[in-house]
């Protein structure tokens, strides 16, 4: 069994929040320059050139590549060999990312909870955190921070107006309801259980 300090896992996510905010793939740059090379259209040169110069001034300042840094999705694989020790993974992850945020001066804009918390925390945490145990006594981690705008992927439900579909948070402890507002032009959510 490989024991490993959470606190190298702070310290890996930390650094890793911040690099993937500031680099680019070399495959990414290696393309872009190829289409560079293959562009007919000056505004579509002047486009790519302006990406390559953006890549070029994040890395070396240490800045972001983009201002919208978006929430931090962070991958890891496990092996089933590993055991942490000193505190919780998680926990660990979302220091990781608290540092990562500060320290790289980059956008905080996760809130703690839309329904209930909806305040930004102010550290871009909690991170999502993906785990995959695979064979083996080694720690792969990888860390994507995803934007609101082009990379806001969601779905969409419609509701019928005259449903009213009481759901729960994470925790179980309070009730919400979802109503359509009496001008019949949105829909409210309604807390049912004081104490939330």
Known sequence: ??????AEI??????????ACTEVNEDLKNKIE???QEEESPVGKAVLKQLLKNMEIAETEKIPI????????????????????????K???DEGVRQGYTDGFLRKSIIKDPITNPVNTGDNT???????????DKVKIQIFPKGGGSENMSKIKMMKPSISQTYRNLSGSCEYSVQR???QDNYSVIRRK???
């Not at 929430?71 to 590993?82: L, S, Y």
């Open 181 to 183: 507002s009496p001008n």
């Open 126 to 136: 909690p991170a999502i955190l993906h785990t995959d145990i695979v064979p083996g």
């Open 91 to 93: 926990e660990a992850v």
């Open 66 to 89: 983009c201002q919208d840094t978006g929430f931090t999705v962070v991958f890891m694989e496990i092996g089933q060999e590993v055991l942490f020790v000193g505190g919780s993974l």
């Open 1 to 6: 069994m490989r024991k490993i300090e959470v």
């Open 194 to 196: 004081n104490g939330c």
């Open 34 to 36: 190829t289409s560079l």
């Open 10 to 19: 702070t310290q890996v996510v930390r650094e890793l929040s911040i690099k």
